[in-house]
């Protein structure tokens, strides 16, 4: 069965089951400042799931079926594995108030397992175990009971099961996923990261509604909104090992193939992830233009550039043209007439593209190598004094430079022969992501990503403030907690360069003696010089040993956790300096209330 036919039945199916089919979304949201892409398929229905738009009266239906473009920033880093992917298409049924969990289930159950025809011996399914004051789904728990072994029926926290709000506010509830099995005997269960399977379909019960401040409400009606990757499932359907191997991206991988300009290496797997790259960015790259994106080095232009640029730098030959392999792309999405209406414009904006970044990688990185050395004369990094002045080292503040504000990544820095810090400056782009996160997770819809140049324009010296900005928020709130009483919850927090500002819960004014007692116990911690140290550990097992998280996050499996001593321990990306005397004096500025049971302080560090 091919892709086009899974498109099809699904339709069918959800017709069949009076939905109303409508057309997917652009992948640029109308009126919803909260996100930078469509990440999912309930996007364009916000309104009704809030109770804002009867959907009868604007859509004459409760039932809508789609089939959603989607892009997803999270994951772009690991594209080039057997399943990761930015732009996908998510298969999607909603109820506005309509049918509720066993429904879905069972329609879900009959498409997967009649229509087709996946064996029942392979599928498992989650459900949310409970968190908090929202209890276990038994309801769901019950309806599986009715397709599955109660052993193929797994339970999860908050992190797997539990979905939304896509942004920072707006409606969410647990959720059920349905899970393949990818391996003949698997060691564990569905659930986290674990490759023995792969998840397929998410059921989403949205019955609450979240503030800004991560407490849930009841929404007016309970919905349903599932989503359904057509990638994963045709890799299932097809019997295939991963994504790329299905017809939807076979025929650009075998084009590519084709093209001497791709050129082979000498390893196999490199080139399979090269090829893997190539086909996800660039078909993502063509549906951004075709739904209006244009290049540039901000917001949903950004993301067009740096998967372009990417997807470039798989190319061996630097003169190529992707004409060919869009060519094709084109050919095999009919279903999307936009594709093909604007096919020249979408051609000659990549030529372009790729012509501007030709330029900037001839231009010589020599010659702009030696621009950075004129402004910053002495901005060599222990590597580069260490292994001598030559023209091939780059410090990690150059390297750093040509990557945030020329594009060039760091895997073309090598292959054009560079040698450079590589951690020192992975480290950086990881500073400068988290400074540009304050200001974009709104945006990008929590979805995280590494972001233009442009949302931040800091300086290194600003980047190092922020860091040490960011260890004095985790001691802040730790000394807090110490001195107030565990009441004290983070709320939210942002960091410039100058200052830290962090909210949290509390239900009255600090007194001027607390306020000392908060900076004096930060400041001993500084004193103490403590090493700042990190581990990825599981979830639950960071939660298990009294690491903070915070509710309104999706966490993964897998999690970062910071602890300084035994003072503080928090979930947390960084970055974070090395030692506590890095941070620098502390000192609070400002202490007030920004509503009921809610207090925000901003604080400053001198230079140590
Ligand atoms: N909104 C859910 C998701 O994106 C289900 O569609 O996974």
């Not at 289930?105 to 025809?117: G, N, R, S, V």
Request: with cysteine; aromatic share 8%; glycine share 6%.
């Amino acid at each position: 069965m091919t892709a086009q036919k899974i498109r099809d039945e699904f339709t069918k199916f959800f017709v069949k089951h009076s939905h109303t089919p409508l057309p997917s979304s652009s992948l640029v949201p109308d009126n919803d400042p909260t996100v930078l892409l469509t990440t999912a398929g309930m996007q364009q229905f916000k309104p009704y799931f809030l109770g804002e738009k009867d959907p009868v009266k604007e859509l004459k239906t409760k039932r809508v079926t789609t089939i959603q473009k989607c892009f997803r920033t999270s994951d772009i880093e690991q594209v080039g594995d057997p399943s990761h992917l930015t732009f996908f298409e998510m298969l999607g049924n909603f109820s506005f108030g309509d049918y509720w969990k066993t429904e879905a289930i069972d329609l879900a159950w009959e498409f997967l397992t009649q229509k087709l025809h996946l064996p029942a011996s392979r599928l498992w399914a989650t459900v949310f175990s409970g968190h908090g004051t929202i209890p276990r789904d038994r309801v769901a728990e019950r309806a599986w009971a009715k397709h599955l072994p109660k052993s193929r029926i797994v339970a999860h926290g908050r992190s797997d099961n539990f979905w939304g709000p896509p942004g920072t506010t707006g409606s969410c509830g647990p959720s059920s996923e349905i899970h393949w099995q990818l391996v003949e005997q698997p060691q564990g269960k569905p659930g986290g990261d674990n490759p023995e399977f792969v998840e397929l379909w998410n059921l989403v019960f949205t019955e609450y509604f979240q503030d800004e401040r991560g407490r849930l409400s009841e929404l007016p009606k309970r919905n349903i909104d599932t989503g359904l990757g057509l990638e994963r499932l045709a890799m299932v359907v097809e019997q295939k090992n991963h994504v790329f191997e299905t017809d939807i991206y076979q025929p650009l991988i075998r084009q590519l193939r084709q093209l001497e300009s791709f050129g082979r290496t000498s390893q196999l797997d490199l080139d399979r992830r090269r090829e893997r790259i190539v086909a996800d960015h660039l078909r993502g790259a063509v549906f951004l233009l075709a739904d209006g994106v244009r290049f540039s080095n901000k917001d949903q232009g950004y993301i067009l550039r740096r998967i372009v640029r990417r997807a470039a730098d798989q190319f061996l030959q630097p003169e190529f043209s992707l004409d060919p392999l869009v060519t094709i792309l084109i050919i095999h999405h009919q279903r999307y007439p936009e594709l093909k209406r604007q096919a020249a414009s979408i051609q000659q904006q990549l030529a372009d593209e790729l012509e501007l970044y030709r330029r900037v990688l001839n231009l010589d990185v020599a010659s702009l190598v030696k621009k950075l050395r004129k402004s910053k004369p002495r901005a060599q990094s222990e590597v580069e004094v260490l292994a001598g002045p030559s023209h091939a080292n780059l410090s990690a503040d150059e390297a750093f430079t040509l990557y945030a504000t020329h594009g060039l990544s760091l895997d073309r820095l090598q292959r054009l022969g560079y040698i450079f810090d590589q951690p020192m400056v992975e480290r950086k782009i990881a500073a400068h992501q988290e400074i540009s996160r304050a200001g974009a997770t709104k945006k990008f819809g929590g979805h995280g990503l590494g972001h233009g140049p442009e949302t931040s324009g800091l300086s290194q010296d600003q980047i190092w403030q922020v860091t040490r900005l960011h260890t004095a928020t985790h001691l802040l709130h730790a000394a807090l907690r110490q001195a107030l009483g565990t009441q004290v919850r983070q709320n939210g927090s942002d960091i410039t360069p100058e200052r830290l500002r962090f909210d949290f819960t509390f239900d009255r004014k600090l007194t001027d003696e607390e306020k000392l007692r908060v900076e004096n116990l930060v400041n001993e911690k500084v004193k103490a010089d403590l090493p700042v140290k990190w581990e990825v550990i599981p979830y639950q097992q960071a939660i298990d040993q009294g690491a903070l998280a915070f509710f309104k996050e999706k966490y993964g499996d897998q999690v970062k956790v910071y602890t300084i001593n035994d003072f503080s321990k928090e979930l947390c990306n960084g970055p974070h300096v090395e030692h506590t005397n890095q941070v620098g004096k502390f000192k609070i500025t400002a202490e007030q209330s920004i509503g009921r049971g809610l207090r925000r302080i901003k604080a400053e560090v001198q230079s140590p």
